[in-house]
């Protein structure tokens, strides 16, 4: 029973049927939206109208297609996967790699008969065949009058470093959907922050204690008046606010400590701080509108204290300056940082309040994934090398050759072709 069950686990067939269902689930898993509220799923799928005909919100959440790669069910066949690959390994794989290396002599010519090439040289030394086969590079072994030679073993090695590789990648994500975790945090310019906003994480996760702090949120612009860059420089502090470690990210150069990552994801500006006497300094929040082509924020600013009269303030960007309109919409001008706006209405812009969004998230299982890859590519490499045999069995004065190849069937039969 245990002989049939490996042999079952080992077939290519029940492989690839594992990982077509993984693969559905994936391709589910990618067009619905992951880790979202209820209400969300509700909205966007709703019974009347559900997605495919039957993935409706009540399916996708007792399915846990909301949260396709955490579930048992795909951890599950994942396992599954992973087992049959292994037990491929060890019962096909390697002893094939095992035989590839072992003698295999032809003694008598009757044999040449299942191979795919063969021919019968005449009056020829043997010696001088061996010598040409050296020049290819093969590996020989004589006994006597008969010859079996091979090259390319490390082709063999392909499959074993394929499968060696996906059970690397399928671990790492095993790994991280398990232990790993996602936060998003808007912080505030000066501010610290502690990681509260979880978005994901894995049932073995572990929130670490540390915190970090905003020094400093800039952005720069192209000469398009586009967004080139934003960044914002980080300190993380342990337990008792002492910083740990500093540095300036940007979007695609996180920040990383102990297995955390801190990514530049977003932006967003908070509000101003007015000086409208030379004594009081006030703070007005920023809202922003909604714009397909860029971000706007805009506040209002009384200039009476009756409040029925005043400026509207209307900015885009963090260049430092921003545009005032009246009551009425009319264009007052442009108020920059620093300078006071009109004698008749003193108005001096102190500072702009900018957020920046970070991602924080742990992935511990990114080790095994890269190094799965990393197998991968070098599997990919050994697979293109050639597995090739040849024997010879010299009866009198006759020398019988015959030879098999794995691939590159045509360049095999030149090679054999030039043995004569």
Known sequence: MKQILFKKLADLRFAIFILLIIAAASIIGTVIEQDQSIEYYKLNYPLTNSLFGFLSWDIILKCGFDHVYKTPWFISFILLFGISLFTCTVIQQIPSLKIARRCQFFRVSKQFSTLQHTKQVSNKPLSQLIFKLQKKQYSIFQQRNILYCYKGVLGKIAPISVHLSMILILSGTIITALSGFKAQEIIPKTE????????????????????????????????????????????????????????????????????????????????????????????????????????????WISTTKTLDNGVTILLNDLEGYCSVYDKSGLFLGNLELNEKFSNFFPLTLIDIISSTGLQIKTDPGIIFIYTGFGFLMISSLLSYLTYSQIWVVQEQKNIFIGGNTTRAKFEFEREFLKLS
Do not use: C
């Not at 540095?247 to 996180?254: A, E, G, L, R």
């Not at 701080?273 to 300094?281: A, F, Q, S, V």
């Open 192 to 299: 610290t922050v502690h990681i509260q906003n979880i978005l994901t994480m894995g049932p073995f996760s572990i929130i670490p204690k540390t915190s970090a702090r905003i020094n400093d949120f800039w952005i720069t612009y192209n000469r398009k008046n586009i967004i080139n860059q934003f960044y914002s420089d980080l300190s993380i502090l342990d337990n008792l606010g002492n910083e740990i470690k500093q540095q300036t990210i940007y979007v695609n150069s996180p920040a990383k400590y102990k297995g955390i990552t801190y990514y530049q994801t977003d932006w967003n500006l908070l509000g101003l701080r007015i000086k409208l006497d030379e004594i009081n300094i006030f703070q007005y929040p920023l809202i922003s509108i909604n714009n397909q082509q860029n971000k706007l924020w805009v506040t």
